[in-house]
């Protein structure tokens, strides 16, 4: 057998092996692979010896001190037979076409799964299904999330229509009131938004703010014009829908 | 190198596992037949050869090395396919675990219920505690002490979580610990913890409590093991297969040979899988803390108001449980699980005393008493476990209850179903009252009944439930009474 065939069938035991992160291997043998793998492609231990508190980043380097002398055509042939008798199904003989590897170590093994999906919760929360995630970037979707930038930018370009609603019959100051963006409801206010416009429920921009709890959104709107007797489908005031305390804040000069 | 360390840290289950010792010998054979090849090597040679081998050896591992990066770099290209999800089952083979464990294969036909390894004789049961990696020790902890109930609170509520960017936690109260973990003949070698011997710290801990099951047919006194938890620093290092060793082996000298238990994890295997689902009570919170997402094209105030609920519960008769209500409630939910497969068998009115009967903070349970007769007709209840938010500048908790057990006492299906609704309903109102963000339960017992009219709505977590040492056919979430904490 001439050495080149032997680093060959190392090679090729590595890549089968990390191919096949479902082989069950018992630590001691996965140790001793450590051992000889670093035998073979570093030499002799080079790096200190991890402190007793790591005990697994010790194990790992006793198991390489432990074969550090073995020559490196040993450590091959040792490494390949270890690979051949663990009663996994690699010969030396016989290739494995996918060649795709992992890194050095064992560490990756325990590949913590990044995908959300992937974790066991602890705390369940609430899932979503795959949402219509309508990015379509135009300027209620910017009042939404706030983005008050862009905001100017559309009202400045000037052939926007800043009381128009869109297809759930809401204008873009009922979004901002209902997300609490004070920021743009200010903007839109002072572009000339109309602050009692109803919706086709007929509440106005406050009723979403007092719904929702902004207290800073609703003081803003009431301050600025909001008419908070105007009564909704259902018959109720803006206050009608919070507590008597929000009201209070939001009334105090 | 140190055996001690090796042995016990790497192979935690490593005992009774015939597969692992074949491949130790193996192991050993091929030890020896290198440094009989090493030997050789070295024996023969002459200084120069020395030098020559030095040489070779070290070309050798050059070329080797660039092979292997060439592989590395490719493999960073074409990254392997993503790793598999926790809520997938692994082979047993990859159980290093518990494929060592008396439990089932994923794979395995059950034909007949029973034990899959017989109870072990006393005089064979280990006397002396599994040996721990030497910087560690074991400990009983006494929760009636002050000071070691902290401990344990500590330990949970900083690491009870998966990684460091969980966004929530489970904040165990000491008075929660107290109820979970002491129920009436609860024995305090089943609170086992780990320290680590140089400054005490605990680290890590398990625990089992008695109970009383019947799961199909069979009528078992076992134990309930929860509340596994290994230091964050201090994962993947198999203490859980000790742990897990340990408490096992505590149970056996007391007679008891099956467990029950639950977890996130798929593990072999499963005999039901339940969901957990949420019942937002103040759905701006939830969004602002992320336990739940508002959907962009809908308002908040819609939301709101979806979840709004009357101030005022509308089943006439309810009233908080009081104690003279024990025996009649033990009656009633005995009757009531009847229906299901896996359940609690509650055999004294002690127990149903300490897990049902209203403890202000940690369980609220309310009766239903017919108006004419006094009989208690109905109950439910629910325990209060808060999620701490991490991280949030405005919120810290998250007020969440859990819906423990409950009874009715309809026989027909359509009135089971009507009578649910109300109740929960009911209950809900009363977790609002309490100023709770979030009611939660899981698709057990009746729940599909009421989940989806009270709009309550599916979450992230899942539990499987699991029998140590029992085989017997999987259910459906709805066959499973058992709640666990
Ligand atoms: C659960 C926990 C103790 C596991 O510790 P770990 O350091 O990740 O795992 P270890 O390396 O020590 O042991 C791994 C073995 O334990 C098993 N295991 C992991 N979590 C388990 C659980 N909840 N129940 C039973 N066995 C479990 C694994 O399946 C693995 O065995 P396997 O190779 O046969 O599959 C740890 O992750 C933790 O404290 N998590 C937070 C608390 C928690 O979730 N507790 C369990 C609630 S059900």
Redesign the interface.
Known sequence: MT?SSL?EQ??LA??FLN?HP?I??????K??LYGYYKV????KVNTAKPP??D??G??KW??W???E??????????YI??VE??NIDWKRDQSDDD??????DDDKE????N??????????????GE????EVDDIF?YT?KGDITEISKILDSGNIDINAKDD?G?TLL??AS???HLTVIELLIDRGADVNILSEEK?TPL??SC???HLDCARYLYHHGANSSIKDDEDLTAFDHCSVQFKEEVIKE | ??EQ??DH???GE?EGST??KM??K??KK??K??KK??AK?SAGGSKADLED?AA???E??E???M??NQ??I??AI???P??????KQ??M??H?FW?TQPVPKHDETIEEDGPIEPDTPYDQIRKEPYVL?K?FEWVTLELNNESELNELYTLLTNN????DD?????DYSGDFLKWALQPPGYLKTWHVGVRVSANKRLVAFVSGIPADIRIYNSHQHLVEINFLCVHKKLR???LAPVLIKEITRRSHLQGIFQAVYT???VLPKPISKAR?Y?R?LNP?K?IDT????L???T???RL??KFKLPTETSTPGLRSMVEKDVPEIRTLLNEYMSKFNFVPVFKTDDEIKHWILTKDKVIWSFVVEDPETKKLTDFFSFYYLP?SVIGHQVHKTINAVYLFYYAVKESDEKAIKGRLQGLMKDALILAKLKNVDVF?CLDLLENKLFIDDLKF??????LNYYMYNWRCKGMGSDKVGVVML
């Open positions: 050495d680093e190392f090679i590595y890549t191919n479902e069950n291997l018992s630590n001691e043998i140790l001793q073979v492609t570093i030499g007793l508190w005990f697994r010790r194990a006793d198991a001190k432990e074969v002398n073995t020559p490196a055509e040993i450590a091959m042939q040792m037979e270890t008798k663990t060649s795709s590897i992992n890194t050095e325990e590949n913590k799964t995908a959300k999906e992937g974790r066991t919760t602890y705390v369940s929360t609430m899932s979503y949402e219509e995630d309508s979707s939404k759930q809401l009922h979004w209902d997300r609490g509440e009723h979403f719904i929702s709890e | 190198m140190d360390e090796h840290v790497f192979d490593g597969i692992d491949r130790a193996q192991e091929n030890m037949k290198a090849k090493a090597i081998t070779k050896q070290k050798l591992q070329k080797v090395r092979l292997v592989l590395a490719r493999e074409q990254p392997p993503s790793a598999s999800s926790s809520q692994k082979d083979s990859s290093k494929s990696p910087e009870y979580v998966e990684d969980a966004m929530f936690r489970f993947s290092k198999r977890a996130g994890v957990y949420h937002s701006k939830l992320n336990f739940s997402r959907p962009p094209n308002t908040l105030s709101i108001k999620s939660n709505g599916p979450g992230d977590g899942f």
